[in-house]
């Protein structure tokens, strides 16, 4: 099993910057793709960035210019720095991870963005 935790939520006004981080841990041996999707209220989630399995990063255009996800291997991390937050980013952010066939969900961290 893999577990993920995620940590760095919490409210910030329109133009504020936040930075998430999500660390899995447990039966970790080849990550594929690990990053960020997000769900706001009354909306389908949406994916905010990732890592491929090819080690590039794919973005939401939404977020393209403000956001950047960083990881650090050694810690089975990923990291979500988020600058110029808009009152649509306010979403609960979900850390992913891909291993085989098998996906795992953390359970989530509210950023609220007041305008």
């Known amino acids: 099993q893999v577990q993920l935790v995620e940590s760095g939520g919490g409210l910030v006004q329109a133009g504020g910057s936040l930075r998430l981080s999500c660390v899995a841990s447990?039966?970790?041996?080849?990550?594929?793709?690990m990053g960020w999707y997000r769900q706001a209220p009354g909306k389908q989630r949406e994916l905010v960035a990732i890592?491929?399995?090819?080690?590039?990063?794919n973005y939401a255009d939404s977020v393209k210019g403000r956001f950047t996800i960083s990881r650090n291997n050694a810690k089975n991390a990923v990291y979500l720095q988020m600058n110029s937050l808009k009152p649509e980013d306010t979403a609960v952010y979900s850390c992913n991870l891909k291993q085989w066939s098998y996906e795992y969900w953390g359970r989530g961290t509210q950023v609220t963005v007041s305008s």
């Open positions: 890592f491929t399995s090819g080690g590039s990063t």
């Open positions: 447990g039966s970790i041996f080849s990550i594929n793709v």
